[in-house]
């Protein structure tokens, strides 16, 4: 079975780091780009971008290019999103997505800044 | 850039039949396939249909998917509307560089 499992519920302060997992199991983990995908409270679904496990290609919508840092590690089959520096607005529900049809999504990781 | 526009909201009664639109900003909406998610409150979103018109093991066929090219959109129609179908509804495609699009979502009221 395809899955897709996100880590914990986050709450930071304004100007903290922090990274994000997603870690895939039940497929060929490098054979299909990983996405991430946002959602701020009561509001729809926005793509951040996008990444390609087998290779690391790796592309940003131009809303988050340089606000966030998308990574995969392939040894361990986990995707993650990064932030150097956490703003209020960053408060979200985060979601990855395995780019199929359809997407596979994760559970989500709240994040409280 | 390519996007998808939804309806901001639509209601309808139990039992009824109620179709939710997604439009197309430029090109052809057939060019790439549709998929439509349910997000119910609390919960991440689940495919109710994908490839246009296919539903996923579980979906009820009450659920379908249609593509209209003379008006660029797609449709989700639900029949035999339910309560537990009320929640957010959200189209999903991709541009012509295979980058994922969403629409706007919409809220279905069942009442």
């Known amino acids: 079975e395809v899955q897709l499992v996100q880590s914990g519920a986050e709450l930071k302060e304004p100007g903290e780091s922090l990274k994000i997992s997603c870690k895939g199991s039940g497929y060929s983990f490098i054979s299909y780009w990983i996405g991430w995908v946002r959602q701020m409270p009561g509001r729809g679904l926005e793509l951040m971008g996008i990444?390609?496990?087998?290779?690391?290609?790796?592309t940003y919508s131009p809303s988050f290019q340089g606000q966030v840092t998308i990574s995969a590690d392939k040894s361990t089959s986990t995707a993650y999103l990064q932030w150097s520096s956490l703003k209020a607005s960053d408060t979200a529900m985060y979601y990855c997505?395995?780019?199929?049809?359809?997407?596979?999504w994760g559970q989500g990781t709240l994040v409280t800044v | 850039n390519f996007m998808l526009t939804q309806p901001h909201s639509v209601s309808e009664s139990p039992g009824k039949t109620v179709t939710v639109s997604c439009t197309g900003s430029?090109?052809?909406?057939?060019?790439?396939?549709v998929q439509w998610y349910q997000q119910r409150p609390g919960s991440a979103p689940t495919a109710v249909i994908y490839?246009?018109?296919?539903?996923p093991f579980g979906v009820p066929d009450r659920f379908s998917g249609s593509i209209d090219t003379s008006s660029n959109s797609a449709s989700l129609t639900i029949s035999g509307l339910k309560t537990e179908d009320e929640a957010d509804y959200y189209c999903q495609s991709f541009d012509s560089n295979n980058y994922v699009v969403f629409g706007g979502g919409t809220k279905l009221t069942v009442l």
């Open positions: 990444i390609y496990p087998g290779d690391s290609d790796t």
């Open positions: 997505v395995r780019q199929a049809s359809p997407l596979r």
């Open positions: 430029s090109g052809s909406i057939a060019s790439n396939f």
């Open positions: 490839e246009n018109n296919e539903r």
